[in-house]
């Protein structure tokens, strides 16, 4: 009767045990913004120092001169496999380096907004020299960034990454490019979420117009809206909507910026 018990408790010890280690697995589902943190998964991530100041404007979300649009060094590019085609631009990850004790700085983390892609190098493999190729998770942070949670030196290094809420002074952005009735408008400084799966516009005499993505966070609409004052329809990864209203004046003009409501 004794071994019985013994037994049964055994048992009950390694069920636990077993249900504790796979709550801890990291998934491979990508993250959601959906609540204000996500779980702590694995990644690695590598650094880039700017050797021309032209190389902090440009990037695959179109956001321009990084420091202008507000977003500065706390930047990073994500590797095909995380970069969703564009539409996760303006999400925003906390980072902290693990496993490597000689590199990492203890009790350190970062956060990022998404500004850029990683392209895959199928030269090499994923093991190897192909840091950024499928399926790897990886960040490319630019050394300022990096220098925050480890030392330079540790090159690949791995980490753990999660989604968090994006902080953002002031509203939303509106940047209007285009010419004639194509109208280009980059979305930026955006809070929440961070990244806009949706974009409506709207002038004085148009009901709402659904604007198409063009890439990045560049979204566009073939349509006469001069000489109207503009209003926008904004969409997060989340599922909020935020609407600001009458955002550009009658007279507004390409090549210009406002600013609109922003998500709390």
């Known amino acids: 009767m004794l071994h019985l018990i013994l037994l049964q408790l055994l048992l009950f010890t390694l069920t636990r045990t077993a249900t504790s280690h796979y709550n801890y697995n990291f998934s491979s589902s990508s993250p959601s913004a959906s609540s204000p943190h996500s779980e702590w998964r694995p990644a690695r991530a590598t650094y880039y120092a700017a050797s021309d100041p032209r190389d902090v404007v440009g990037g695959a979300c179109g956001y321009g001169d990084l420091v202008k649009a507000g977003y500065g060094k706390a930047t990073v590019g994500l590797s095909e496999s995380m970069f969703e085609r564009g539409q996760i631009c303006g999400a925003c990850f906390e980072l902290r380096c693990v496993e490597d004790l000689r590199w990492c700085i203890p009790g350190t983390s970062i956060i990022a907004t998404v500004t850029n892609f990683c392209a895959p190098n199928y030269g090499f493999n994923a093991d190897g020299g192909g ?113 600001s209203y009458n955002v550009a004046p009658r007279n507004w003009d390409f090549g210009q910026t406002f600013e609109g409501k922003q998500f709390d």
């Open 131 to 243: 840091h950024c190729n499928p399926p790897n998770k990886h960040f490319v942070l630019p050394i300022e960034a990096f220098e925050k949670i480890a030392i330079w030196k540790a090159g690949n290094m791995p980490v753990q990454y999660r989604r968090i809420k994006c902080r953002k002074e002031g509203g939303i952005r509106f940047s209007i490019d285009g010419s004639g009735i194509f109208i280009s408008v980059l979305i930026s400084n955006v809070a929440g979420a961070g990244d806009i799966v949706a974009v409506k516009i709207k002038g004085h005499l148009t009901g709402w117009l659904t604007m198409g993505r063009n890439w990045g966070q560049n979204w566009h609409i073939n349509a006469d809206l001069k000489n109207q004052p503009l209003s926008f329809e904004v969409t997060s990864s989340d599922g909020l909507t935020v609407t």
